[in-house]
Each structure stands twice: as C-alpha cells, then as structure tokens.
C-alpha cells in the first residue's frame, strides 16, 4: 500500500524523519511530497527540500520524494495512495488535522487518514522553531538531520547582527595595553 506523507518541510526535523522512518514501516511505499504554495515565503525552495529529504532518508528503501501544488487528495488520487500520513504532536494539532482528515473524506471516500504520534524527544519541535533558533544563533544540530544544519546554518549565516561579529569575519584589534593598579595610581600624582 502507498502512502503519501504531505508537508512544506522547509525544513525537515529530526520529528519529520521519525514519522517517515515509522511510516516506511508501516507501508510498502512512502511518499514524501512538497507542497508549493504560492501563500508562503519559504526559507527554501520546493527543489532545495526535496534534496535535503533525500540526503536524509537514504537509509530508507521504500521512500520516494517527490511535490505537488494544489489539493492533497487530488494528488494522492493521481498517485494511486490509499493514506495520508500525518504526524501528531500536540492536541491542537490533533483537532486541525481531525478537521482535514474529515474533509478529505468528504473530497475522497476511499482516502484513509493514519495519525502517528510523534516520538515524545520531538513533541515540541517544528520546523518554525528551528528556522527562530538559528535566526538567532542558536545550535539547531540535535533538531535536524545532519545532512541539513549546514544549510540552515549558511542561509542564517548572512543575517548574523552587525553588533556580534565573528572571529573569522573580523579584523584583528590591537588591545590597549592594561596598567596595573599600582601604575596607575602612580600616573595620577
């Protein structure tokens, strides 16, 4: 049976690629497919997380990457799936994705939703949570898979802020040489 497991991941987290992992488990084939939509600026492009996908599920046999636009039902149909796999995190996730489920029934009859649980080390990661901790330097290495981090490291790496440079980036200052308290009070009389 083929599943398609649809989302933006831009960009993928250690959580997605637990849900992927089980999901392979589970199904003969996975889909792993992209949205493209128009309404959001991505951080990467639809081509750039397919790649990342890809480096990061190499390990995994019956995984295919691929994207669509549009409805996710209709794709599926294309694709001849019979689920949708979704990851759950949070009970507020549960009630959004219970409302898409329901209406995906209703565009598709012979469409099954099936909810994974997120491991409990990923319940509260998200790919916004990611993309906020690197804008502001933080190590984002144990929430992605590392074929990843250097991409979300090089994309924050040009908006690092004017106020903290690095060392590579910066010109060697010449210290003032320090006096000690004897020398100065010495130079005070």
């Known amino acids: 049976m083929l599943a398609i497991y649809p989302g933006s991941f831009d960009p993928i987290t250690l959580g997605h690629l637990d849900v992927i992992e089980r999901g392979c488990r589970l199904f003969e084939q996975v889909v792993v497919a ?9 951080l ?8 990342q996908i890809r480096r990061s599920t190499t390990h995994l046999s019956n995984i ?24 759950l995190r949070v009970t507020s996730d549960f009630e959004m994705e219970l409302q898409m489920a329901h209406t995906n029934k209703t565009l598709s009859e012979e469409i099954e939703t099936v909810f994974l649980a997120t491991s409990t080390e990923y319940s509260f990661l998200s790919s916004s949570l990611v993309k906020e ?3 502001f330097g933080g190590p984002i290495d144990h929430l992605v ?11 924050y790496a040009k908006t690092l802020p004017v106020s903290v440079p690095t060392p590579d980036l910066m010109p060697t200052l010449e210290h003032p040489k320090t006096e000690s308290l004897p020398e100065m009070l010495r130079d005070l009389e």
């Open 34 to 42: 992209v949205l493209r939509n128009p309404n959001k600026t991505p």
């Open 64 to 87: 295919e990457v691929d994207s669509f636009d549009g409805l996710t039902v209709t794709y599926a149909k294309m694709r001849r799936a019979k689920a949708l796999l979704r990851g």
């Open 145 to 155: 898979p590392p074929p990843v981090a250097p991409d979300i490291y090089r994309c």
């Open 44 to 51: 990467f492009t639809v081509a750039e997380r397919m790649e």
């Open 133 to 135: 901790i690197a804008k």
